[in-house]
């Protein structure tokens, strides 16, 4: 019974994240707005950012470096591998994301993570006592 409830909580687990996997792909696309507020938030803070495109630039649909300089058009952004810079357009782009974890991300990932580890403790608790 308990190795049942276990998987069951697996299975609920797996499909939740696989649907909220589903949802994030078919996002629309940013406002030229809002991508100037995440690349100003970025340059503010020296982060880098991950752009996506519309359509294919140079075989790459996208790109990530840090951003240079912001215009009313558009704005440039310098890879931090090979330190090539790219001017692109707010039209050529369908979104703009800002690397790494937020810090709400980091918090759920740590509460998770607690449960996790509380979970596998009363599980192990509790094969330890069933004999």
Not at 24 to 47: C, N
Not at 101 to 115: E, F, P, Q, R
């Amino acid at each position: 019974m308990f190795y049942r409830t276990i998987s069951l909580v697996l299975v609920a687990i797996l499909l939740h994240g696989s649907i909220a996997a589903q949802d994030k792909t078919q996002s629309p696309p940013q406002t030229v707005a809002k991508m100037q507020q995440v690349l100003h938030k970025a340059q503010e803070k020296d982060k880098a950012v991950k752009v996506i495109l519309n359509k294919k630039l140079d075989n790459q649909k996208k790109f990530s470096g840090k951003v240079s300089d912001i215009s009313d058009t558009g704005f440039t952004l310098t890879d931090q591998k090979i330190g090539t810079t790219k001017t692109l357009a707010y039209a050529d782009v369908r979104e703009v994301h800002q690397k790494g974890l937020s810090k709400g991300a980091k918090i759920a990932l740590g509460v998770v993570g607690g449960v996790v580890v509380a979970f596998v403790i009363v599980a192990i608790w509790a094969v330890h006592n069933i004999d």
